[in-house]
């Protein structure tokens, strides 16, 4: 049976293609280009999937190249600049993907800088598909996160994301400054 929506929490083929094209991104954005997310595109194109999959995975591949193009204009491999470009395209899942292997190796107030801007990202990925309790949890734990870490925050508007987590803002603000050295 086919899902009438790509709704990665509840159907099994969207959550696949979702987490199989968020982890080719990885070698994709080291290698500067989207071969490796084009394979996994192609794997799942190759099987006639239903309309809403396909769309997916265009926007998802448009979207990829967009990442690709901004980073390699930015000159910056770093992974808060990766995560903050994902960000600004709408990817949150994947800024999720990206931040969470530099959290695994960061120390202190990056690790929880990185673990809030997570949380974030985990916000709208759920206000996307309407689990609003959810979502505003993890807002909440991003919140208090930030604001104990607010002198270390640098690389992004800090103040601006704050007041888009307080409100539960569904407008995911844009966070990447091309001109900030991190």
């Known amino acids: 049976m086919t899902a009438q929506l790509f709704e990665p929490f509840q159907d099994r083929m969207s959550r696949d293609i979702r987490n199989d094209l968020s982890e080719a991104l990885l070698p994709a954005l080291n290698q500067n280009t989207l071969a490796p997310v084009r394979a996994v595109a192609d794997k799942y194109l190759q099987k006639g999937p239903a309309a809403p999959y396909i769309a997916y ?32 395209l709408g990817l949150f899942f994947e800024v999720h993907e990206v931040l969470e292997h530099a959290w695994l190796a960061a120390k202190g107030a990056e690790k929880e800088i990185l673990q809030a801007l997570i949380r974030a990202a985990g916000f709208y990925i759920k206000s996307e598909f309407g689990y609003v ?14 604001e104990k870490n607010h002198q270390a925050c640098t690389g992004f508007d800090l103040d601006i ?15 990447f400054r091309q001109d900030s050295a991190h």
């Open 133 to 146: 309790a959810g979502g505003a949890k993890m807002a909440t734990r991003a919140v208090a996160a930030l």
């Open 57 to 88: 995975i265009e926007a998802r591949l448009t979207k990829y190249a967009a990442a690709l193009e901004t980073l390699a204009q930015s000159g910056r491999k770093d992974a808060l600049t990766r995560g903050l470009v994902l960000w600004d």
């Open 161 to 175: 994301l704050l007041q888009s987590l307080r409100n539960l803002d569904p407008v995911p603000p844009k966070l």
